[in-house]
């Protein structure tokens, strides 16, 4: 009996060790990827915002060729809508939220199954001294939980692969 008692007592100390660290861990959390681009801002910006072109070079369309993908409205301007379905990818959408021409995309990015979860992606373009154009993706947003703010520790290694590959399928789409 007192052993059941000990291991009770230690496993409610692990609970709460976990929701005590949990409080402290951030609010928010990013990843963010770079890569330079042998184009001007102006080329890069258009082919990098072209929903119609999307599933060309972003990571996760390639993953899941099945999956089903639809647009709404011309894909390039706020309020358009890139959605997807699919048994690797799950289901989710993105919208355009705010355009800086040949500066700044921000897309809503809303994840539907296998989990629910909002996020703001941006793509920020830079001229380069040699003509290029320096394009950095990132992911943000708000951790709403205890539990989401453990996870978030792991999305640098879990997603920051797949932006660097979808950061090269983007350099090799906008180049040739």
Not at 28 to 34: D, N, P
Not at 75 to 89: C, I, L
Not at 114 to 136: C, H, L, R
């Amino acid at each position: 009996m007192k052993i059941i008692k000990v291991l009770a007592g230690i496993i409610l100390a692990i609970i709460a060790l976990f929701f005590i660290i949990g409080f402290f861990l951030p609010k928010t959390y990013g990843v963010s990827r770079s890569i330079e681009i042998n184009k001007p801002d102006s080329i890069a910006y258009q082919k990098t915002l072209n929903f119609n072109d999307f599933g060309l070079w972003n990571p996760w369309m390639q993953m899941d060729k099945g999956a089903k993908h639809t647009v709404t409205g011309d894909g390039v301007s706020v309020g358009s809508k890139f959605s997807w379905e699919g048994k690797e990818v799950g289901t989710g959408s993105i919208t355009i939220e705010k355009l800086n021409p040949n500066k700044q995309i921000d897309e809503k990015l809303e994840f539907i199954k296998p989990f629910q979860s909002t996020a703001i992606t941006s793509f920020y373009f830079e001229p380069t001294a040699n003509g290029g154009t320096k394009v950095t993706w990132d992911f943000r947003g708000e951790n709403t939980s205890i539990f989401s703010r453990w996870m978030s520790l792991a999305y640098d290694s879990m997603i920051g692969k797949d932006y660097e590959k979808g950061l090269a399928n983007l350099k090799a789409f906008v180049e040739k």
